[in-house]
Nanobody, 120 residues
């Protein structure tokens, strides 16, 4: 089975930077797209950024100019570089991958999430 797992979360001060990683594992044939979401308790999970296997990207208005999503096909890893962090960026960040296994089976997989805390 193909899976994704996030890493890189932690505690950072306002204005700081952090890079999250979403690593896909298993026998992967095609990465159709990978999206980053975040969720704060009591609020809806929101889409932060997304990237397609072809390199097209999109961002939520709240993070444009501060976050950058990228894909390293050789490592089957998607990164979310976060800069100029604000307290409102504090959340659990999840990645969701639209992946195709070498068997030809296409599925969406969620990672377990990684906590990002931005302190004043």
């Amino acid at each position: 089975q193909v899976q994704v797992a996030e890493s890189g979360g932690g505690l950072v001060q306002v204005g700081g930077s952090l890079r999250l990683s979403c690593a896909a594992s298993g026998s992967i044939w095609v990465i159709n797209s990978v999206d980053w979401y975040r969720q704060v308790p009591g609020k809806q999970r929101e889409l932060v950024a997304g990237i397609t296997g072809g390199g097209s990207t999109n961002y939520a208005d709240s993070v444009k100019g501060r976050f950058t999503i990228s894909l390293d096909n050789a490592k089957n890893t998607v990164y979310l570089q976060m800069s100029s962090l604000k307290p409102e960026d504090t959340a659990v960040y999840y990645c969701n991958g639209d992946l195709v296994a070498t068997t030809g089976y296409r599925s969406r997989s969620w990672g377990p999430g990684t906590q990002v805390t931005v302190s004043s």
